[in-house]
Nanobody
Framework: QVQLVESGGASVQAGGSLRLSCAAF????????TGWFRQAPGKEREGVAA????????YYADSVKGRFTISQDNAKNTVYLQMNNLKPEDTAMYYC??????????????????WGQGTQVTVSS
């Protein structure tokens, strides 16, 4: 049974940093796409970043470029999202998602088969 378990969410002040982790159980990140998505109250879920662990290719939403970094640790079977210079508009529930298939567009949440339960990030001004 596949499980993705996120952790690292917290409440921080604007300008602060957090690192989210997504540990996989029953699933190997090698040669797969892993994405981080977020959903704020009243808003649609949006793609934040993704990594293709086979090549290390990384993708970011324009709103987080230069502030967020996605990375992988194959030994720990974990994908991370380092978030720096956080802004109040980054407040959301953050989810990781993964799939072995190459998506048409990494931002398409429906193209990911496996999802974590989410971790809350709250940024106050």
């Amino acid at each position: 049974q596949v499980q993705l378990v996120e952790s690292g969410g917290a409440s921080v002040q604007a300008g602060g940093s957090l690192r989210l982790s997504c540990a996989a159980f029953g699933y190997t990140y090698s040669w797969s796409y892993t994405g981080w998505f977020r959903q704020a109250p009243g808003k649609e879920r949006e793609g934040v970043a993704a990594i293709y662990t086979g090549t290390g290719s990384k993708y970011y939403a324009d709103s987080v470029k230069g502030r967020f970094t996605i990375s992988q640790d194959n030994a720990k079977n974990t994908v991370y999202l380092q978030m720096n210079n956080l802004k109040p508009e980054d407040t959301a529930m953050y989810y990781c998602a993964a799939d072995y298939r190459i998506p048409l567009n990494w931002r398409n949440d429906y193209e990911y088969n496996y999802w974590g339960q989410g971790t809350q990030v709250t940024v106050s001004s």
